[in-house]
T-cell receptor
Framework: GNSVTQMEGPVTLSEEAFLTINCTYT??????LFWYVQYPGEGLQLLLK?????DKGSNKGFEATYRKETTSFHLEKGSVQVSDSAVYFC????????????FGTGTKLQVIP | EPEVTQTPSHQVTQMGQEVILRCVPI?????FYWYRQILGQKVEFLVS????????KSEIFDDQFSVERPDGSNFTLKIRSTKLEDSAMYFC???????????FGDGTRLSIL
């Protein structure tokens, strides 16, 4: 079956630091890959996506590249802000069927001034 | 931007009671989903719904659970006889097509006493 593994948190960074959150996946087919973000007290928001190998998803300064050879989709941001403090979920959905989303366990990011 | 809305935001129920969680998906979306997140754990798929029937369900979605789209706008999750372990955040999601990213609501926190 499908599964997503992402680095354990919490991750604490100073403002303007470089962020990497690692994510690897296992899938039976050729999945689409996502990063969702959950700000405190809010729901899940789609941050970025990539649907095929070597695609780079980007949004709000965050980027992730679909690496089929290493089955990875690491999230990066060059300079984090306090407002980026949230829980980040790596996820995938199978292109077949009704595309249920399989989530990783989430990584809590705390950015301190 | 259109969004998925869920009510109530917090539901407290006695064990053994029935509970109905409500969702209003984005209006032109055709695929609907429920997920749950037990505190501190990953977001788990429960069920997907398309064309007025369940298209896929997980092993969590047993006979105590049911879903319904009673009219053109609402999508509900019913738990017939709640158990303590049903305490979780329940997220509704919708997508325009099966292959499109899912948009999530802010969730309903269900607390079973």
């Amino acid at each position: 079956g499908n599964s997503v593994t992402q680095m354990e948190g919490p991750v604490t960074l100073s403002e303007e630091a470089f962020l990497t959150i690692n994510c690897t996946y296992t899938a039976t087919g050729y999945p689409s890959l996502f990063w969702y973000v959950q700000y405190p007290g809010e729901g899940l928001q789609l941050l970025l996506k990539a649907t095929k190998a070597d695609d780079k998803g980007s949004n709000k300064g965050f980027e992730a590249t679909y690496r089929k050879e290493t089955t990875s989709f690491h999230l990066e941001k060059g300079s984090v802000q306090v407002s980026d403090s949230a829980v980040y979920f790596c996820a995938l959905s199978d292109r077949r069927g009704y595309q249920k989303v399989t989530f990783g366990t989430g990584t809590k990011l705390q950015v301190i001034p | 931007e259109p969004e998925v809305t869920q009510t109530p935001s917090h539901q407290v129920t006695q064990m053994g009671q029935e509970v109905i969680l409500r969702c209003v998906p984005i209006s032109n979306h055709l695929y609907f989903y429920w997920y749950r997140q037990i505190l501190g754990q990953k977001v788990e798929f429960l069920v997907s719904f398309y064309n007025n029937e369940i298209s896929e369900k997980s092993e969590i979605f047993d006979d105590q659970f049911s879903v319904e789209r009673p009219d053109g706008s609402n999508f509900t999750l019913k738990i017939r006889s709640t158990k303590l372990e049903d305490s979780a955040m329940y997220f509704c999601a919708s997508s325009e097509e099966g292959a499109q990213p899912q948009h999530f609501g802010d969730g309903t926190r269900l607390s079973i006493l």
